[in-house]
């Protein structure tokens, strides 16, 4: 990592000038006022920075390459009085017109000064470009990128999931100040950025041009903020911590929420450096807004004798598990409302800029983020929290992420530059027992746990000579038809970390070849580092290495053969590490993976004022580095040790795309513009899917004696897949209906092909089977889907204090899986189960979507001094729900136990009985209202902002999913069952089914991982100071 590091600084230092373009453009026309004609030789200057520019002949002028931001725009002539504009908005990588008309000196000898209103519609944008802005962000109730984002139109916000325009989750591309923030591992956005750091957030949902790759669905692009001539300071402290957990503030529970964050900006050094930070503390002692019904063990009825539990001392353990049966449970099994207890989140994060104008032809800026997340696992969802309500003790994860990126900008001449930019970026992330550390052999040590002075109460014996075992841990609690439950002093039994690097460099020219012919080419290479090490059974390894007693120490022939006992015992999948996980492998079968996504592209773009049309063509290279057996059907392998023969794997061939990009705009007046779009995109698959956790995995999963058809089960292979593709189309007017009010209409098309599914791979004749028959199941790219929709956007600029924003999609999304395990019961069940051969609508589809923001506010020195400065925002959002399929209730217990057979079929999928086709239900319509009420206090050089985010204003219980097996968000079906009798006859069982199941979703989140109802009501108070 250290030699990286020193890498990137010496590039940055031998580089002329140094990401990828995220500037923009600054065009208009200078005229005189009285007589129109044009003012050549004009000068049209941004107040605070060295770009300017000089009018031709026609009176035209272009400023190239100008940062994210907003400005003042000033024109000057000799003769003329000068014209200054404030509140000029630039966007990254758009066009911004801006005209003057200057009047004569003989009018006017003081300059004029303008406020310039924010335009209704984007004159020069060929595709959706949906902005949010610094003062937009401040405004919301909501805080993150992700919710942000949600509110535009064509996105939806699913179960933790963000789809663009019908396509399947993590298919956005992210970039900070120009630099890659997408994690190829898993696809997500790779750092942090603070909102009080957010200059401009930039969502393009379709038909980007061909300068911008690396997403099927959706770029984001994120511009930090940047230091003014003078320095400015702000404090922004928001809270909803007012009540304990489970007790109510205003008929609110809080969720013990605290958040932090400080910026300070100004010039550096002289005014040619400007520097920005940001700085961000952020706490929630329950980390999952969640609504929990309350319950308490100790208040179920015996039936038989009219007492309450807490009478006749409280649940007892069955002695299913090895404890005493009919001893007391630690303690009732109780929750408090609206909360999970040891579910705390503390989330540190740091942004910053450093821009240096060395001159006006030479500018340099360094971007850099770091962040630091830790959490307890095994409480954010009620199933987890209730299987660990007694357990003491945690394991935690940490996650460390960072990214420093430099990029110079150097004028050739005022119609001409290019950009270089190189950036560095990691992740580290860690599942550890904090007793212990990385010392993960002492985790479920007794020995180790007595010499640090840990309760080793209750550990485990072998059954029948009841001899200790030194490495199993305690006994699990049970009661009540034997329900699980995590002892105090609980042992963990996984320990896991992985390292992600990457080094990008990058190259943009452009140049303005004339007033109308715009041209750029460029590309770009990021090389990752990938590392990553887990030991999934700790008692297994250690029993296998040193025996029950701890004291039978295992040998080994060599190290070849103890890497491969070891990782076979104790279920290890690493690369990058070792097999004990304590040194980096730098090469070799175990060394680390090192994909590599390289790309070029040429991008024309003809300007005029009634006509726009970017003209591109991207060429991508995807080479993943994929490890897979040089023979599929035949594999060379250890039949011994049965493990594949290390060196005759090899890694997967790259892929290579052309990509057309066409994009015309009609700006027929300056009130309608017509657009159109045409593309191709590709984009590779979580790498964390296809490397599959290393050479174990991939021994087991190809040799025959281990092989096996049944995805279900978790055995696939990654090296068959390959990138997903996708073609755009849209259509689009944007239409300015008075000065103050604007519609725009986008109607889009999407056919998304080579999607990833479980499927059988099959035999080429080469081995023992004949060419066509199954022998393993993998990542096969069969799957595909369409999308089409109509997105309307209603915009009200500013008028008598009256700002208001409303979005609408109409879309219908249809495939043949909603996400790669869609078929994996096809994989599993041969006989019965069948691929999709119709096309249906996608779990996440969702009709109808839309978004309300209302803002109504006074400014200063309007409506009196209680008034002035006071300002609501109501924003409400709403959908029409999504699909599902009902099936039947259980008929059989099968493999399920009394506690989770409602959800059976949902936890084995091969169990499934539909009792219709496939997606034909939609879950309910649900809005939800959020509120933010301010005020803005002047006090001289300070400026106080008091103020009030309300979200899920009504506490309404919106429902996002069902059970599928009734429809409903409250019953399984369950207990209504002829099946359940023999059940409800136990003492308890049907009050504690109900408090966990039906009023707590235990069943559902084991199911799926998500919940059934939306986020409870908060409410947050904040403060925040603006120092000038």
Known sequence: MHRRLMFVLASLLLLPCFLFAQDGKVRGRVTAKESGEALIGANVVLDGTTLGAAADINGDFVILSVPPGVYTVRATYIG?????????????????????????????????????????????????????????????????????????????????????????????????????????????????????????????????????????????RTTVKTGGSSFKATVNYLTDDFAKAGEEFLGTTSRGFRNAAVTLSGPLLGSKTRFFLAGQHNYFRNRTPIFIEPFNTNNFVDPATGQTLAELGGLTDDGLEGRVAGSPLPAPIAFKKNFLPNNQLRDNSLNGTLVYDMSSALKFRLT????????????????????????????????????????????????????????????????????????????????????AGLDTSNWGRNNTTRQLNVFQGPYLHSTILNFEVRAANGTVNTYAKDEQQSLGAALDFTSQVTKNFELKFGGRADRWTMRAYSVNDIRGYMDFLYGIDG????????????????????????????????NKSDSGINGPRNPLFASAYVQSKLEYRDLIINLGVRYERLDAKVLQPDNVSNPTYDKTNLWIDENSVIETEANDYLLPRINFAFPVTDRTVFYAQYGKYVQMPNLNDLYRGGIRTLSRDVIPETRSLYGFFGQYVGFTAQPERTEQYELGIRQSLTDNFALTITTF???MQDLLRLDRVVADGTGAQAAGTPIIAGWINNDFATSKGLELTLELRRTKRLAAKVSHTISDTRGTGSDSRSTRVSVSDATLATYPTLIYRLNYNQTHRGTMSIDYRF??????????????????????????????????????????????????????????????????????????????????????????????????????????????????????????????????????????????????????????????????????????
Not at 192 to 214: K, N, R
């Open 80 to 220: 003329y009085q000068t014209v200054g504009i404030a509140n000029v908005r630039v966007s990254a990588n758009l066009t911004t017109t801006q005209d003057f008309q200057l009047p004569s000196s003989a009018i006017a000898v003081e300059a004029m000064e303008i406020i310039a209103e924010r335009p209704l519609i984007q004159r020069n944008t060929t595709n959706t470009v949906r902005l949010t802005t610094a003062e937009d962000i401040e405004n919301l109730p909501v805080r993150g990128v992700q919710n942000i984002l949600a509110l535009n139109a064509g996105t939806v916000l699913q179960d933790g999931e963000l789809h663009v325009r019908g396509s399947r989750a993590n298919e956005v591309a992210y970039y900070v100040d120009g630099a890659t923030a997408t994690n190829p591992y898993s696809n997500e956005e790779n750092i942090t950025v603070i909102d009080e750091a957010i200059e401009e957030l930039q969502l393009q949902s379709g038909g980007f041009t061909a300068e911008l790759g690396g997403a099927n669905s959706a770029v984001v």
């Open 368 to 451: 850099g983020t770091y962040g630091y997340n830790r959490r307890p696992l095994g409480y954010n969802t009620f199933n987890n929290a209730l299987n660990n309500i007694f357990w003491q003790r945690e394991q935690r994860r940490e996650i460390k992420t960072g990214m420093v990126a430099l990029k110079g900008t150097h004028v050739l001449n005022p119609k001409t530059f290019y950009e270089v930019n190189v950036s560095y970026s990691a992740r580290n992330s860690r599942d550890f027992d904090p007793d212990f550390g990385d010392e993960w052999t002492k985790y479920g040590d007794v020995r180790e746990w007595a010499a």
């Open 551 to 582: 004291t039978t120490n295992r040998s080994f022939t060599d190290d070849y053969v103890r890497r491969v006992e070891l990782s076979k015992a104790g279920n290890i999948q690493t690369y990058g590490f070792d097999i004990d996980g304590v």
């Open 749 to 751: 098309y999407k056919d």
């Open 859 to 1028: 400014a200063q020195n309007d409506g009196g001094p209680i008034l002035q400065g006071v300002g609501i925002s109501a924003l409400v959002n709403y959908n029409s729900g999504h699909n599902y399929t009902k099936i039947l209730e259980p008929q059989v217990l099968g493999q399920a136990n009394p506690w989770n057979v409602g959800v059976r079929a949902t936890i084995d999928p091969r169990t499934r009985n539909p009792v219709e086709p496939v997606n034909s239900s939609s879950t309910p319509w649900n809005a939800n209202v959020d509120l933010t009420l301010d005020k803005v206090v002047g006090l001289g050089k300070v400026n106080a902002r008091f103020y009030a985010n309300i979200l899920n204003l009504f506490n309404t219980k919106s429902i996002i999913n069902v059970y599928e097996t009734t429809g409903t968000s409250n019953d399984d079906g369950w207990l209504k069952s002829a099946l359940a009798g023999q059940y409800v006859a136990t003492p308890y069982y049907s009050d504690f089914y109900k408090a966990i199941n039906l009023d707590n979703r235990w069943g559902y989140f084991l199911a799926t991982g998500d919940d059934i109802f939306g986020s409870p009501r908060e409410f947050r108070l904040g403060l925040m100071l603006e120092f000038f």
